[in-house]
């Protein structure tokens, strides 16, 4: 090429800088979103291998239903393609740390190998704090990225088992204390699964060394397969490394499941007969007790008799000898008083003798006291008379008196001797009385005495008697004692015997059970289970492929729309440098020479384009999509990759586009004479166009309006390209709303309208119907339930013609009620369809994936794979997962035996965590229950992926909405460059600015109407379409765009063509008349 | 007769990057109010320059131009758009029609922003183009697009009718048909006409014939009996 053309070329560069950026813009835009978009979805892949790759994730995964054993370990390790084999422990646990409990999965750490690369330490824990064990007693808990619940650094956690098992069955110790803080690569998200205990939702998970675990068995075993490090895990190559593996330990399994069965059924078996033995024992023991017992009792009866016999015969005699006794007593009572009456009588006889004899007595006295008296008196008389005899001189007399004297004194004498006679006699009497009285007294004495003793012996004989009957009261109640113990001790041999018996009976109905069990004891199952079969590994894969899914259509229309526009401009181009062509022609410049500058402009506009373009978008778009996914997985940094297909696919269709249409342009041009050339073009005449002939309008229009409906008719190219491009980036943004819009609204369609429980309880499997009532009594009882329904939910494979999908079937207990907890619905006319005998009403999608209508007919495969078939009655809308609805009798009918529900679907009264938490524990609780779930639980799980999409749909507008701009900009600044003699000429007509502006605008406004009114339509369409490529086959996205959606799309749409006009309203103001007065060149 | 258009020591120069060029040095001429004025001179001799001075699409670095006595190089741009507007019809050597509107339209196109347009049907009449009036430029021959022009430039109704070069573009006959109608127009309606040209054979038919070179007014002579256009031959 010709050096003055080379400058030619870049000058044109230059001159026309923006027409030249415009290119390179669209151009970037369009292919740094392709390809960036493009290659998320690998460098996602590609970052989870690697990060898969520096933590040794295992590549197989096997659990047990019987746990694994060393023999289990070594057949293992006897295959040449693991590269290490890992054995290690998991179990769910409780975790108290202060007042608050956590459930976490505590997973084993071998300690040993956790130095240096060794091969043999799978699911290498990621240190983020702290350091790990040292010492026994330490543990490590999950860093979560702060999201997780976790324990900080130094915690003292408590762990227990949440059933009742004992924590030290388990685990050395039941404190442990927090020294470091890890991710683990198998942990991809926030979730950590279910559980059977505490809530039933696992919240985090802790590594402990293996030493400290004490389970008999192993749990789980880990490999790595020689050779898989090497490819991309989310590849091809992967599974066809793993599968050959996979089969062979599926075997091994197989083998170990037989030989673990039968070690286990020896040893059932010998503990079984332990436990007959034990039993025969027992029972012998038991009877001999029981015997001995028995006799015990019977002598005790015996000797009780006997005591009571004799007892009896004591009491008896003892009655007699007191009878006789008394009796005696009263004899001698009787003669007692018969001694006391002679008393009496004597007593009465003597003192009416002694009366008289005291009579007599007295009268004695009184005699003898007279003639003591008449002696005193005589005495007197004879002193007297002696005293006198002094005095009587007289002799007679004196012997007279003398003889007087001697007389008296004769006289006293004989009264005297009379007296002593008397008192003699009454002395007499006297004593006689008092020997009487005398006599009575020791009578009396005597009978006295007799009364006395007899008292004596009847207090004697009372007192014996009192004391005897004390003794035989006391000895009856002993008996009656000894009787009652007797009883008793009966009672307690009957129900000793009876406990005995029943306990025996227990035991042989353990044993029988026992035996039973035995019977049924199921053979261990091994599940061999790749990396490509554990939940956040195809969790983060089906994420990465639902972008791959959104960027498949998406950045090809994005890309068709950028290329359109740039190819666009460069046939403008080329179209404006006509007369220079035509002089280069002229000159003697041969086609290629002269098309080259054309072909340089567009191929430098277009590479440095696509460099930048690619540069950006590889490095951009993967990082900023995959930073938002990044919110919900524990990830490292993505590695964005120079993905070499994706550039070379985008640069060349972009290069390759842009270059032939300057070729395509420059040949038509090259075609026709110099001297043609140098004229001007023939302007393209003036054409009347449809709306002149409706005069109704024409004539009212006001004239510039006339102007601008006839301009935008009579550029059909520039017409179509504007509108097309407009459309394109209206429709790309309602496409990105409106997969916002589809996505998120699914979320509360499924959840809020569609489920209308809140709970779903599912029992264990083959529970007895009794088993059953005790939970459907908590619901019954329960205030915190409003309303349950019981149901059966299976996975079913169905079929119509050769196609064939797995649903899960609900047959609801009554088929009128499952409205309340489950919409079934039209999904467009909102009409409710009801569950009847008919047929079957499937979900939408399923429906679809079937190519199945409404009265087809479909099969449904039961146990033994027999077609049975159903008519569906209805399709119901469901977003989520594919169902089938039937009614019990249908179900029946179909499958020939009774319903087995197995799923309680609730209605609460509240749906706050806390309610949720304390109800699920409370559920648990209960034997039959194995599981529960919140639709809340759900519906924020899907809402934290759905959400992250958001982000991909925001990438998505926000481009869409760059390409707007840099399109509208082009092309009104094409419309500009085409128009610039017109513009300068009206200015010169003295169209004010802003009349100038609006004369151009206009057209641009209604460009961008029409545009962004096509661009709803077609961004219908293109949403349609890249709904349906974006859904995984599970979920069914919304079909729905909001109202706001359309308007968001087209405001933008209109704002950026207002911010465009803005920007271009400056360079209006800037255009030369001068221009005006040139010729046309 | 009052001076309608002044010009008095008008000096315009341009800078295109370090380089100033004086397009214009210190120009003075009057021209009165009716006249039909030839401007005429070699390429590059700054008779452009005047055009667009004197059409309000440029401003003077120095001097003054009065018209009707209003100091048009002190207007701001707004008001030179308003000059433009109300008082100037502007005649181009390539007719600047707007392509896509008819004749009719065309003429309309200036006559919609104008205080007192005549009737955009008169005009064309007057320019002989009555039967043409619905057809497109496209469909039009030179002359008669000249015309079309002419009339959108009358059809306003303006006080000066500027032409670059009206018959630049045009053959001959065309080119003569149309100066007719100019000086038609010129006696006919008493207007102001200024033809810049670099055609001397045309210079008799005016009323005023101004000679600029190199940005100088060589010589302004009055032509006291100017020629109809029929009787000037080149």
């Given at each position: 090429?010709?050096?003055?053309?080379?400058?030619?070329?870049?000058?044109?560069?230059?001159?026309?800088?923006?027409?030249?950026?415009?290119?390179?813009?669209?151009?970037?835009?369009?292919?740094?979103?392709?390809?960036?978009?493009?290659?998320?979805?690998?460098?996602?892949?590609?970052?989870?291998?690697?990060?898969?790759?520096?933590?040794?994730?295992?590549?197989?995964?096997?659990?047990?239903?019987?746990?694994?054993?060393?023999?289990?370990?070594?057949?293992?390790?006897?295959?040449?393609?693991?590269?290490?084999?890992?054995?290690?422990?998991?179990?769910?646990?409780?975790?108290?740390?202060?007042?608050?409990?956590?459930?976490?999965?505590?997973?084993?750490?071998?300690?040993?190998?956790?130095?240096?690369?060794?091969?043999?330490?799978?699911?290498?824990?990621?240190?983020?704090?702290?350091?790990?064990?040292?010492?026994?007693?330490?543990?490590?808990?999950?860093?979560?990225?702060?999201?997780?619940?976790?324990?900080?650094?130094?915690?003292?956690?408590?762990?227990?088992?949440?059933?009742?098992?004992?924590?030290?069955?388990?685990?050395?110790?039941?404190?442990?204390?927090?020294?470091?803080?890890?991710?683990?690569?198998?942990?991809?998200?926030?979730?950590?699964?279910?559980?059977?205990?505490?809530?039933?939702?696992?919240?985090?998970?802790?590594?402990?060394?293996?030493?400290?675990?004490?389970?008999?068995?192993?749990?789980?075993?880990?490999?790595?397969?020689?050779?898989?490090?090497?490819?991309?895990?989310?590849?091809?190559?992967?599974?066809?490394?793993?599968?050959?593996?996979?089969?062979?330990?599926?075997?091994?399994?197989?083998?170990?499941?037989?030989?673990?069965?039968?070690?286990?059924?020896?040893?059932?078996?010998?503990e079984l007969n332990k436990a007959k033995e034990d039993l025969r024992e027992a029972e012998e023991k038991l009877q001999d007790e029981l015997n001995k017992a028995e006799k015990d009792l019977e002598e005790a009866k015996r000797k009780l008799d006997k005591g009571e016999k004799e007892l009896l015969a004591n009491e008896r005699q003892f009655r007699n000898q007191i009878e006789s006794a008394e009796k005696r007593l009263k004899e001698e009572q009787k003669k007692l008083q018969a001694a006391?009456?002679?008393?009496?009588?004597?007593?009465?006889?003597?003192?009416?003798?002694?009366?008289?004899?005291?009579?007599?007595?007295?009268?004695?006295?009184?005699?003898?006291?007279?003639?003591?008296?008449?002696?005193?008196?005589?005495?007197?008389?004879?002193?007297?008379?002696?005293?006198?005899?002094?005095?009587?001189?007289?002799?007679?007399?004196?012997?007279?008196?003398?003889?007087?004297?001697?007389?008296?004194?004769?006289?006293?004498?004989?009264?005297?001797?009379?007296?002593?006679?008397?008192?003699?006699?009454?002395?007499?009497?006297?004593?006689?009385?008092?020997?009487?009285?005398?006599?009575?007294?020791?009578?009396?004495?005597?009978?006295?005495e007799g009364k006395a003793q007899l008292k004596e012996e009847w207090n004697k004989l009372e007192s014996n008697k009192e004391k005897a009957l004390a003794e035989f009261a006391s000895a009856h109640r002993e008996l009656s004692e000894g009787r009652k113990e007797y009883q008793k001790g009966y009672g307690d041999y009957l129900k000793a015997k009876e406990e005995g018996l029943e306990e025996i009976g227990k035991a042989k109905e353990e044993i029988a059970e026992a035996e039973e069990?035995?019977?049924?004891?199921?053979?261990?199952?091994?599940?061999?289970?790749?990396?490509?079969?554990?939940?956040?590994?195809?969790?983060?894969?089906?994420?990465?492929?639902?972008?791959?899914?959104?960027?498949?259509?998406?950045?090809?229309?994005?890309?068709?729309?950028?290329?359109?526009?740039?190819?666009?401009?460069?046939?403008?181009?080329?179209?404006?440098?006509?007369?220079?062509?035509?002089?280069?022609?002229?000159?003697?410049?041969?086609?290629?020479?002269?098309?080259?500058?054309?072909?340089?402009?567009?191929?430098?506009?277009?590479?440095?384009?696509?460099?930048?373009?690619?540069?950006?978008?590889?490095?951009?778009?993967?990082?900023?999509?995959?930073?938002?996914?990044?919110?919900?997985?524990?990830?490292?940094?993505?590695?964005?990759?120079?993905?070499?297909?994706?550039?070379?696919?985008?640069?060349?269709?972009?290069?390759?586009?842009?270059?032939?249409?300057?070729?395509?342009?420059?040949?038509?041009?090259?075609?026709?004479?110099?001297?043609?050339?140098?004229?001007?073009?023939?302007?393209?005449?003036?054409?009347?166009?449809?709306?002149?002939?409706?005069?109704?309008?024409?004539?009212?229009?006001?004239?510039?309006?006339?102007?601008?409906?006839?301009?935008?008719?009579?550029?059909?190219?520039?017409?179509?390209?504007?509108?097309?491009?407009?459309?394109?980036?209206?429709?790309?943004?309602?496409?990105?709303?409106?997969?916002?819009?589809?996505?998120?609204?699914?979320?509360?369609?499924?959840?809020?309208?569609?489920?209308?429980?809140?709970?779903?309880?599912?029992?264990?499997?083959?529970?007895?119907?009794?088993?059953?009532?005790?939970?459907?009594?908590?619901?019954?009882?329960?205030?915190?339930?409003?309303?349950?329904?019981?149901?059966?939910?299976?996975?079913?494979?169905?079929?119509?013609?050769?196609?064939?999908?797995?649903?899960?079937?609900?047959?609801?207990?009554?088929?009128?009620?499952?409205?309340?907890?489950?919409?079934?619905?039209?999904?467009?006319?909102?009409?409710?369809?009801?569950?009847?005998?008919?047929?079957?009403?499937?979900?939408?999608?399923?429906?679809?994936?079937?190519?199945?209508?409404?009265?087809?007919?479909?099969?449904?495969?039961?146990?033994?794979?027999?077609?049975?078939?159903?008519?569906?009655?209805?399709?119901?809308?469901?977003?989520?997962?594919?169902?089938?609805?039937?009614?019990?009798?249908?179900?029946?009918?179909?499958?020939?035996?009774?319903?087995?529900?197995?799923?309680?679907?609730?209605?609460?009264?509240?749906?706050?965590?806390?309610?949720?938490?304390?109800?699920?524990?409370?559920?648990?609780?209960?034997?039959?229950?194995?599981?529960?779930?919140?639709?809340?639980?759900?519906?924020?799980?899907?809402?934290?992926?759905?959400?992250?999409?958001?982000?991909?749909?925001?990438?998505?507008?926000?481009?869409?909405?760059?390409?707007?701009?840099?399109?509208?900009?082009?092309?009104?600044?094409?419309?500009?460059?085409?128009?610039?003699?017109?513009?300068?000429?009206?200015?010169?007509?003295?169209?004010?600015?802003?009349?100038?502006?609006?004369?151009?605008?206009?057209?641009?406004?209604?460009?961008?109407?029409?545009?962004?009114?096509?661009?709803?339509?077609?961004?219908?369409?293109?949403?349609?379409?890249?709904?349906?490529?974006?859904?995984?086959?599970?979920?069914?996205?919304?079909?729905?765009?909001?109202?706001?959606?359309?308007?968001?799309?087209?405001?933008?749409?209109?704002?950026?063509?207002?911010?465009?006009?803005?920007?271009?309203?400056?360079?209006?103001?800037?255009?030369?008349?001068?221009?005006?007065?040139?010729?046309?060149? | 007769?009052?001076?309608?258009?002044?010009?008095?020591?008008?000096?315009?120069?341009?800078?295109?990057?370090?380089?100033?060029?004086?397009?214009?040095?210190?120009?003075?001429?009057?021209?009165?109010?009716?006249?039909?004025?030839?401007?005429?001179?070699?390429?590059?001799?700054?008779?452009?320059?005047?055009?667009?001075?004197?059409?309000?699409?440029?401003?003077?670095?120095?001097?003054?131009?009065?018209?009707?006595?209003?100091?048009?190089?002190?207007?701001?741009?707004?008001?030179?758009?308003?000059?433009?507007?109300?008082?100037?019809?502007?005649?181009?050597?390539?007719?600047?029609?707007?392509?896509?509107?008819?004749?009719?339209?065309?003429?309309?196109?200036?006559?919609?922003?104008?205080?007192?347009?005549?009737?955009?049907?008169?005009?064309?009449?007057?320019?002989?183009?009555?039967?043409?009036?619905?057809?497109?430029?496209?469909?039009?021959?030179?002359?008669?697009?000249?015309?079309?022009?002419?009339?959108?430039?009358?059809?306003?109704?303006?006080?000066?009718?500027?032409?670059?070069?009206?018959?630049?573009?045009?053959?001959?006959?065309?080119?003569?048909?149309?100066?007719?109608?100019?000086?038609?127009?010129?006696?006919?309606?008493?207007?102001?006409?200024?033809?810049?040209?670099?055609?001397?054979?045309?210079?008799?038919?005016?009323?005023?014939?101004?000679?600029?070179?190199?940005?100088?007014?060589?010589?302004?002579?009055?032509?006291?009996?100017?020629?109809?256009?029929?009787?000037?031959?080149?």
């Amino acid at each position: 090429m010709k050096s003055s053309l080379m400058k030619d070329t870049f000058r044109q560069i230059k001159k026309s800088f923006s027409r030249f950026l415009s290119i390179f813009l669209i151009v970037a835009l369009g292919v740094g979103f392709f390809a960036g978009i493009k290659a998320t979805s690998p460098d996602m892949k590609i970052t989870a291998d690697k990060y898969f790759d520096d933590y040794n994730l295992m590549d197989m995964w096997l659990i047990s239903t019987m746990g694994f054993d060393e023999k289990d370990i070594e057949a293992i390790e006897r295959l040449s393609e693991p590269e290490a084999v890992s054995p290690g422990y998991s179990v769910d646990l409780l975790a108290q740390y202060e007042e608050n409990f956590t459930v976490v999965k505590l997973l084993s750490i071998p300690m040993d190998d956790i130095e240096g690369e060794d091969k043999d330490y799978i699911n290498q824990a990621i240190l983020v704090e702290g350091r790990f064990p040292e010492k026994p007693g330490e543990i490590l808990a999950e860093s979560g990225n702060g999201i997780n619940p976790s324990f900080p650094i130094g915690a003292k956690i408590k762990l227990s088992t949440g059933k009742d098992e004992d924590i030290s069955d388990i685990l050395k110790r039941e404190e442990y204390t927090v020294v470091g803080l890890v991710n683990n690569p198998y942990y991809l998200s926030f979730e950590r699964g279910t559980t059977s205990i505490g809530t039933g939702t696992i919240d985090c998970f802790m590594m402990l060394p293996e030493e400290e675990f004490k389970l008999p068995v192993y749990t789980d075993v880990y490999l790595t397969v020689k050779g898989a490090r090497n490819v991309n895990t989310y590849g091809d190559d992967y599974d066809i490394i793993l599968d050959p593996v996979k089969e062979k330990l599926e075997d091994i399994g197989k083998i170990r499941a037989s030989e673990r069965y039968q070690e286990i059924l020896d040893e059932a078996n010998e503990e079984l007969n332990k436990a007959k033995e034990d039993l025969r024992e027992a029972e012998e023991k038991l009877q001999d007790e029981l015997n001995k017992a028995e006799k015990d009792l019977e002598e005790a009866k015996r000797k009780l008799d006997k005591g009571e016999k004799e007892l009896l015969a004591n009491e008896r005699q003892f009655r007699n000898q007191i009878e006789s006794a008394e009796k005696r007593l009263k004899e001698e009572q009787k003669k007692l008083q018969a001694a006391e009456a002679e008393y009496e009588e004597n007593l009465k006889l003597f003192n009416e003798n002694k009366s008289k004899a005291l009579k007599a007595i007295e009268a004695s006295e009184a005699e003898i006291k007279a003639g003591e008296l008449e002696i005193a008196n005589r005495e007197e008389q004879i002193e007297q008379l002696k005293a006198s005899l002094n005095f009587i001189k007289d002799e007679a007399e004196r012997i007279k008196t003398i003889q007087l004297i001697e007389y008296g004194e004769q006289e006293l004498i004989k009264a005297r001797e009379e007296i002593e006679a008397g008192k003699l006699a009454l002395e007499t009497a006297k004593k006689e009385l008092l020997e009487g009285e005398k006599k009575l007294e020791a009578a009396k004495m005597s009978i006295e005495e007799g009364k006395a003793q007899l008292k004596e012996e009847w207090n004697k004989l009372e007192s014996n008697k009192e004391k005897a009957l004390a003794e035989f009261a006391s000895a009856h109640r002993e008996l009656s004692e000894g009787r009652k113990e007797y009883q008793k001790g009966y009672g307690d041999y009957l129900k000793a015997k009876e406990e005995g018996l029943e306990e025996i009976g227990k035991a042989k109905e353990e044993i029988a059970e026992a035996e039973e069990e035995l019977k049924e004891i199921e053979k261990p199952k091994w599940y061999v289970l790749k990396r490509s079969e554990t939940r956040d590994y195809i969790d983060f894969e089906m994420n990465a492929d639902r972008i791959d899914a959104v960027a498949s259509v998406f950045p090809v229309f994005f890309l068709a729309v950028a290329l359109l526009v740039s190819l666009t401009t460069m046939t403008r181009m080329v179209d404006e440098e006509r007369s220079h062509i035509g002089t280069l022609k002229a000159l003697g410049y041969d086609k290629m020479d002269i098309a080259s500058k054309y072909l340089i402009y567009a191929a430098l506009a277009s590479i440095s384009g696509s460099i930048v373009g690619l540069l950006v978008g590889f490095k951009v778009l993967p990082t900023v999509i995959f930073n938002a996914y990044r919110i919900m997985y524990i990830m490292p940094e993505v590695i964005t990759q120079f993905n070499l297909t994706y550039a070379t696919l985008s640069s060349a269709v972009a290069i390759f586009s842009t270059v032939i249409a300057a070729w395509l342009a420059i040949r038509s041009e090259l075609k026709e004479t110099p001297a043609l050339l140098l004229r001007p073009k023939a302007p393209k005449p003036g054409k009347r166009i449809f709306l002149e002939r409706v005069t109704i309008i024409w004539s009212r229009m006001k004239f510039t309006h006339k102007v601008t409906a006839r301009n935008l008719f009579r550029y059909k190219k520039r017409f179509i390209m504007t509108v097309l491009g407009i459309s394109g980036c209206t429709a790309l943004l309602l496409t990105g709303f409106g997969l916002k819009d589809s996505i998120v609204s699914i979320v509360s369609k499924q959840f809020d309208e569609l489920y209308r429980y809140e709970l779903a309880v599912e029992l264990k499997e083959n529970q007895e119907k009794e088993e059953v009532d005790e939970v459907i009594e908590f619901m019954n009882t329960d205030k915190r339930i409003r309303d349950y329904i019981l149901v059966n939910e299976k996975s079913m494979d169905i079929g119509k013609g050769n196609i064939e999908k797995t649903v899960s079937l609900v047959v609801p207990e009554d088929s009128s009620r499952i409205q309340d907890f489950i919409t079934l619905r039209e999904r467009k006319s909102k009409e409710t369809i009801s569950l009847t005998d008919e047929g079957v009403i499937l979900s939408e999608k399923m429906a679809k994936l079937l190519e199945a209508k409404v009265g087809d007919e479909i099969y449904i495969k039961d146990e033994d794979d027999n077609e049975l078939k159903v008519r569906i009655t209805g399709i119901t809308e469901n977003y989520a997962w594919h169902y089938m609805y039937m009614s019990r009798d249908l179900y029946e009918e179909v499958f020939g035996k009774e319903v087995n529900y197995q799923k309680i679907l609730c209605k609460t009264i509240s749906t706050e965590k806390e309610f949720e938490d304390k109800l699920s524990e409370e559920l648990l609780k209960i034997d039959n229950i194995s599981s529960v779930s919140f639709t809340t639980g759900i519906s924020d799980s899907y809402n934290d992926t759905l959400g992250s999409l958001n982000y991909v749909i925001m990438v998505i507008i926000i481009a869409a909405g760059a390409l707007a701009f840099v399109v509208l900009y082009n092309l009104t600044n094409i419309n500009i460059g085409e128009r610039y003699r017109e513009i300068a000429t009206i200015k010169v007509l003295g169209f004010y600015d802003h009349e100038v502006a609006s004369y151009i605008y206009r057209e641009n406004m209604i460009l961008t109407i029409i545009g962004t009114a096509l661009g709803l339509v077609l961004g219908l369409f293109l949403h349609r379409f890249v709904i349906v490529t974006t859904e995984i086959e599970s979920i069914m996205f919304g079909r729905e765009i909001r109202p706001i959606s359309f308007v968001y799309s087209a405001a933008l749409t209109i704002m950026f063509s207002v911010l465009v006009s803005i920007v271009m309203y400056y360079r209006l103001k800037k255009i030369d008349m001068v221009e005006s007065l040139k010729s046309i060149d | 007769m009052e001076k309608f258009i002044q010009m008095e020591n008008v000096t315009k120069i341009y800078k295109m990057g370090e380089v100033e060029i004086k397009a214009l040095d210190n120009i003075s001429f009057s021209i009165d109010k009716g006249q039909f004025v030839v401007i005429v001179g070699p390429s590059g001799a700054g008779k452009s320059t005047i055009l667009n001075i004197l059409g309000g699409m440029d401003s003077p670095t120095s001097g003054s131009l009065f018209v009707h006595n209003e100091d048009i190089g002190k207007y701001s741009p707004k008001e030179l758009i308003t000059y433009r507007r109300y008082d100037i019809g502007f005649v181009f050597q390539f007719y600047n029609l707007v392509q896509n509107l008819t004749a009719l339209e065309n003429v309309e196109l200036a006559t919609e922003i104008c205080k007192n347009p005549l009737n955009p049907e008169e005009v064309l009449e007057q320019v002989g183009l009555k039967d043409r009036k619905n057809n497109f430029p496209g469909q039009l021959s030179g002359g008669e697009q000249q015309r079309v022009s002419i009339a959108r430039a009358l059809a306003k109704n303006p006080k000066l009718l500027l032409c670059d070069e009206p018959t630049g573009a045009l053959d001959y006959n065309t080119g003569k048909s149309v100066l007719k109608l100019l000086q038609d127009t010129c006696y006919r309606n008493k207007m102001t006409v200024i033809v810049v040209t670099h055609n001397l054979a045309i210079t008799p038919m005016a009323d005023k014939v101004i000679r600029i070179k190199n940005g100088r007014v060589e010589s302004e002579e009055i032509n006291e009996n100017p020629v109809p256009v029929e009787r000037i031959e080149w």
